[in-house]
């Protein structure tokens, strides 16, 4: 067991060669899977060895809170022990038909009580399991970990110029390839943080703007404060995909507003559980390169605006810190446990 910010870790291992463990990170598991079919022959391992931990260390639990419907909230739905399943996006849209379908509706089912991260993924559940025990609880952030007090001058050797931010997984669902041709029209700075999938499909979109543009690949929560603190302008201009996928939520969103940064995002997925356009940031469409661009310089170009979104985004990020969410969570582990309590004395 470890210790992780004052909270108790317990890990598991689900394959005998550490190295291929590839199932679950960097990302979700559908995803990973999408990435390199070969990993969905990982599935059968992670199921085994998630079903002999939880039987191991149940007993030593009250209630447990299953992330992810696929596979902690499956597995869980079979152990007779009270549980609060909470849906984040991919396990909650992907593989709701055939077996995996009625399993997961089994598990929602069950479930004491349902959370979800957005509004949008709430009704999603509703469609794949009609219920009245299905709360919103965003991610949260610790906000007194981020703000401009970290910032360091010059960090990105950017000489005076403005600089535009993204922070994020370099997949599609991210729209980062219409970040980089919006920053076409702007004398700016873009830097992007974060590695993926796409990585070397945008360096070389992004080549062409020579050194307009830097990666500078995964960092850590540390390095990050000082990334936020030391930008400008953090844009997220996500997309909905192909298939239907679209951004859950976004905590990256939160860290930037804690960081007293203003927030251009696309009007997708749960993003706009975070963002009122025009008060505490700019939502702008979908896919589109000259929106992003413009609201990006009505940000610049217009000091009072800037002041005034800056000032609403620390406001926000304060609605989810962590002891505001940690709250929420805690009323609702209250409630399930009071009400098994009440069904033991019967």
Not at 133 to 148: A, D, L, N, Q, V
Not at 310 to 338: M, N, P, R
């Amino acid at each position: 067991m470890e210790k992780m910010e004052g909270v108790n870790v317990i890990r598991y291992q689900y394959f005998p060669i550490s190295r291929l463990q590839t199932l679950c990170y960097p990302g979700a598991i559908v995803p990973r899977i999408k990435e390199k079919k070969i990993r969905a022959l990982l599935v059968p391992c992670l199921l085994l060895a998630l079903w002999a931990k939880i039987l191991k260390i149940k007993k030593d639990y009250d209630i447990i809170q299953a992330n992810w419907l696929i596979p902690q909230g499956i597995i869980q739905s079979f152990f007779g022990k009270p549980y609060v399943v909470t849906g984040h996006g991919t396990d909650v849209r992907e593989m709701n038909r055939g077996l995996v379908g009625c399993l997961k509706k089994r598990c929602l089912r069950k479930a004491e009580a349902i959370t979800t991260v957005s509004q949008h993924l709430k009704k999603e559940i509703n469609c794949l399991y009609y219920n009245d025990k299905t709360s919103i609880i965003p991610m949260g952030c610790w906000t007194e970990y981020f703000g401009k007090r970290h910032a360091v001058d010059n960090l990105f050797s950017q000489d005076g110029k403005k600089v535009i931010l993204f922070v994020g997984r370099l997949d599609k669902i991210k729209g980062i390839t219409y970040l980089i041709e919006a920053v076409k029209e702007i004398d700016a700075l873009l830097v992007i943080v974060g590695g993926g999938p796409l990585e070397s499909i945008l360096k070389e979109q992004a080549a062409e703007q020579g050194n307009k543009i830097q990666f500078l690949g995964a960092k850590t929560h540390e390095e990050l404060t000082k990334i936020y603190a030391s930008s400008d302008i953090f844009v997220a201009p996500s997309i909905t995909t192909e298939s239907g996928a679209k951004e859950g939520f976004g905590v990256v969103i939160l860290e930037a507003m804690a960081s007293g940064l203003p927030v251009v995002a696309s009007l997708s997925g749960g993003i706009k559980d975070i963002i009122t356009n025009g008060e505490n940031g700019i939502l702008v469409p979908e896919r589109d390169s000259h929106a992003i661009a413009d609201a990006i310089r009505s940000l610049l170009f217009n000091e009072d605006y800037y002041e005034k979104i800056c000032k609403k985004s620390v406001e926000t990020a304060a609605e989810f810190d962590y002891h505001v969410i940690g709250a929420q969570y805690a009323e609702i582990f209250y409630t399930c446990l009071s009400g098994e309590l009440a069904t033991n004395d019967e």
